[in-house]
Nanobody
Framework: VQLQASGGGLVQAGGSLRLSCAAS????????MGWFRQAPGKEREFVSA????????YYEDSVKGRFTISRDNAKNTVYLQMDSLKPEDSAVYYC?????????????????WGQGTQVTVSS
């Protein structure tokens, strides 16, 4: 199984980025997909998750109304549209896959992880 995250970069506060995570080696539509982030010196934290068909989504409170998660099962890809970015959103962002069919924020419940993509928001 491989999860390849991309789309990170340097952006000014108030700007936008769109992260992508391409999956291979698994039946993509059988998995909940999640996004997590980890800033230096901090624990990995949940950002968002999406159900197998995109019908249910779950966001961490600080990103509600600014971030949008979606997926395209035909392309085996999950996306995270990030708008109105803030400096505190700066982190390495990881995608992850969970076969439990439950939207959950606990990193240890996710079985597969991508390599991460750096997002830096300047003030």
């Amino acid at each position: 199984v491989q999860l390849q995250a991309s789309g990170g970069g340097l952006v000014q506060a108030g700007g936008s980025l769109r992260l992508s995570c391409a999956a291979s080696g698994l039946t993509f539509s059988n998995y909940v997909m999640g996004w997590f982030r980890q800033a230096p010196g901090k624990e990995r934290e949940f950002v968002s998750a999406v159900s197998w068909n995109g019908g249910s989504v779950y966001y961490e409170d600080s990103v509600k109304g600014r971030f949008t998660i979606s997926r395209d099962n035909a392309k085996n890809t999950v996306y995270l549209q990030m708008d109105s970015l803030k400096p505190e959103d700066s982190a390495v962002y990881y995608c992850a896959a969970d076969s439990s069919w439950v939207l959950q924020p606990t990193p240890s419940r996710y079985e597969y992880w991508g390599q991460g993509t750096q997002v830096t928001v300047s003030s």
